[in-house]
């Protein structure tokens, strides 16, 4: 099966900060490549597809990159409501997998 | 709009088999535009596919769960249902289903999640 490796495991940062994620893949995925938030208690969200298509609804300072085996999420000026955790998941394969998580907390 | 609940019962003794029920509104089951997934999270973990079935019925499961779990398809509910079998311990988690647009991959929308907890 397809490995996803997340980095960091967890971040602080401060309101207004640019932050980013990544994710790699053990092998090739193209643009296989998406990213879910998930606050505590809730079910996750999917807030980019295909490595850097915008869910609808979801604010514009998330963006995604990559392609291959190496994706970033980046949040581009941090919100209070962005403190969460954040999943990637490949769905190249018909058996997805998910990264491990990286918990974004507050500085 | 599509939305999805899960049901079933929260509490399984260990060795038993847990049943969960997806519940479809917004729109059908049978539609080839979708398919239709589970995924668990244990407490303070991450995310764990289940399996994936589709509207032509194949089913593709995580390969670490596969000999345990069975996805199936009831149509004339608007439902799909999860069954895992010899259960212990380390299946105690929140199961979520989830729909994912056929060809895609990603799920959207997600149920609220149901916990079960394995116990006796």
């Known amino acids: 099966d397809i490995q996803m490796t997340q980095s960091p495991s967890s971040l602080s940062a401060s309101v207004g900060d640019r932050v980013t994620i990544t994710c790699r893949a053990s092998?090739?995925?193209?643009?296989?490549l998406n990213w879910y938030q998930q606050k505590p208690g809730k079910a996750p969200k999917l807030l980019i597809y295909a490595a850097s298509s915008l869910q609808s609804g979801v604010p514009s300072r998330f963006s995604g990159s990559g392609s291959g085996t190496d994706f970033t999420l980046t949040i581009s000026s941090l919100q209070p409501e962005d403190f969460a955790t954040y999943y990637c998941q490949q769905s190249y394969s018909t058996r997805v997998t998910f990264g491990q998580g990286t918990r974004l907390e507050i500085k | 709009q599509l939305q999805l609940q899960e049901s079933g019962p929260g509490l399984v003794k260990p060795s038993e088999t847990l049943s969960l029920t997806c519940t479809v509104s917004?729109?059908?089951?049978?539609?080839?535009?979708?398919?239709w997934g589970w995924i668990r999270q244990p407490p303070g973990k991450g995310l764990e596919w289940i399996g994936s079935?589709?509207?032509?019925?194949?089913?593709y499961y995580n390969p670490s769960l596969k000999s345990r779990v069975t996805i199936s398809v009831d149509t004339s509910k608007n439902q799909f249902s999860l069954k895992l079998s010899s259960v212990t311990a380390a299946d105690t988690a929140v199961y979520y289903c989830?729909?994912?647009?056929?060809?895609?991959?990603?799920?959207?929308?997600w149920g609220q999640g149901t916990l079960v907890t394995v116990s006796s």
């Open positions: 917004g729109g059908s089951i049978s539609s080839s535009s979708y398919y």
């Open positions: 079935i589709y509207y032509s019925g194949s089913t």
């Open positions: 092998q090739s995925i193209s643009s296989y």
């Open positions: 989830g729909i994912a647009v056929a060809g895609t991959g990603w799920f959207d929308p």
